[in-house]
Nanobody, 124 residues
Framework: QVQLEESGGGLVQAGASLRLTCAVS????????MGWFRQEPGKDREFVAG????????YYGDFVKGRFTISRGDAKNTVYLQMNNLQPEDTAVYYC?????????????????WGQGTQVTVSS
C-alpha cells in the first residue's frame, strides 16, 4: 500500500513562505504522479498543484497565480510545495495526493492515495 506523509506545515505571518514536503513509501513500484490539495473547515477539498512522474509537467489551481511551485526530488519519492507570499486565505489543511497519471491527480474523485494532511495557518 502506498503511503504518503506530509511535513512542513505551521503558523506563519502574511507574506511569509513555507515549503511542504511529501514522502512516498511502500506499495507499488509503478511511477506516480503527485499532487497537493487543501481543505478549509466546512469546504470542499481544493486542487493546488500536480506534477507528473518525470517532473517535466506541472499543473496549478487557478488561485495559485505564480505564488506556489511544485517539484519532486531526484529520487522521485519526495514531492515539495514551495509556497511564497502566503495570505490568510491560504489557511487550510494541505494534503499530499498520488495517482498513476497527472490528469487523475488533479481531481479528488480520481486520486488514488492520500496523506493525512498538514496544517498551514497564516495570520494577518
Amino acid at each position: 500500500q502506498v503511503q504518503l506523509e506530509e511535513s512542513g506545515g505551521g503558523l506563519v505571518q502574511a507574506g511569509a513562505s513555507l515549503r511542504l514536503t511529501c514522502a512516498v513509501s511502500g506499495g507499488t513500484n509503478d511511477p506516480l504522479a503527485m499532487g497537493w490539495f487543501r481543505q478549509e473547515p466546512g469546504k470542499d477539498r481544493e486542487f493546488v498543484a500536480g506534477i507528473n512522474w518525470t517532473g517535466i509537467s506541472t499543473y496549478y489551481g487557478d488561485f495559485v497565480k505564480g505564488r506556489f511551485t511544485i517539484s519532486r526530488g531526484d529520487a522521485k519519492n519526495t514531492v515539495y510545495l514551495q509556497m511564497n507570499n502566503l495570505q490568510p486565505e491560504d489557511t487550510a489543511v494541505y494534503y499530499c495526493a498520488a495517482s498513476n497519471l497527472l490528469h487523475r491527480v488533479v481531481k479528488v474523485a480520481t486520486t488514488d492515495y492520500w496523506g493525512q494532511g498538514t496544517q498551514v495557518t497564516v495570520s494577518s
